[in-house]
């Protein structure tokens, strides 16, 4: 993972399986990079949006958010809440007033956080009811482990709040990154799909990071083998229509 990734090394990889475009996701908490994410989305057709990182709790907030809108391929924030040396960092008052923010802004915001996080949405819908959310890479279950029930009974106490939606995504570095199996994913991605219902999953790479346990090609073949045979209006929702509609594309 010691080099640059570049649109160039991704728009080979989507043309094969028949991806038409893609959403680039902030990696790290800068905003210098989610100027050159903008920047490399302005310069790429295919580059279908941007999710940026943004100080949430910043007195300068609304400025900086000024400045993202002004790009129309801007589309989301996100924060690495996972990082966070105190787990319940999202429900502080400086970083509700920060996604309400967002709210006013109809601005939707990716959750990249671990199962002991799950509890704190609730919290974060009650006081945002309109902000729409994303849970990305499943809130990452120890597949590796086997880890399953605790997970299970987290996923299931969000699913049912309103504008909540979970990506498909990030499985293959959770599972034993050199010995995982499709069927490894299997429990994990039926589950999400019986909570969630196939409006509000989301299809989601997780390339770059994906390669330290998995190539682009083989994390769709695997998520294909879980989610089983489709109807057509499922898989054109899990594979496109329902990211195009959370993230306003």
């Known amino acids: 993972m010691r080099r640059d990734f570049l649109p160039s090394d991704l728009q080979p990889l989507l043309r094969r399986l028949g991806i038409d475009r893609s959403v680039v996701v902030q990696t790290h908490a800068s905003h210098a990079e989610s100027l050159w994410l903008l920047e490399l989305a302005s310069a790429h057709d295919f580059l279908a949006g941007v999710v940026a990182w943004t100080d949430l709790t910043s007195t300068g907030l609304g400025r900086v958010l000024d400045e993202f809108q002004r790009h129309p391929k801007f589309k989301g924030i996100r924060h690495p809440l996972e990082a966070e040396p105190d787990d319940s960092w999202v429900v502080k008052p400086s970083v509700i007033e920060g996604l309400r923010e967002l709210e006013r802004r109809d601005i939707p915001f990716d959750l990249v956080i671990f199962p002991r996080h799950l509890k ?106 879980a989610l089983g045979p489709l109807q057509e209006i499922e898989a054109a929702r899990v594979w496109g229509r329902n990211a195009a509609a959370y993230y306003n594309l």
Not at 161 to 177: D, H, I, Y
Not at 204 to 225: H, I, M, N, T
């Open 120 to 225: 704190y949405i609730t919290e974060v819908r009650r006081c945002c009811p309109k902000l729409r959310l994303v849970i990305d890479h499943l809130a990452k279950p120890a597949i590796a482990s086997g880890e399953f029930e605790s997970w299970a009974r987290e996923v299931e106490n969000v699913a049912h709040l309103p504008e909540v939606w979970c990506k498909l995504s990030g499985m293959v570095t959770e599972a034993n990154q050199q010995n995982w199996k499709p069927e490894d994913l299997k429990p994990y991605v039926d589950h999400v799909v019986r909570q969630f219902g196939y409006e509000r999953v989301i299809f989601g790479s997780d390339w770059p990071v994906c390669v330290l346990a998995a190539s682009y090609e083989q994390v769709v073949y695997a998520l294909r083998y």
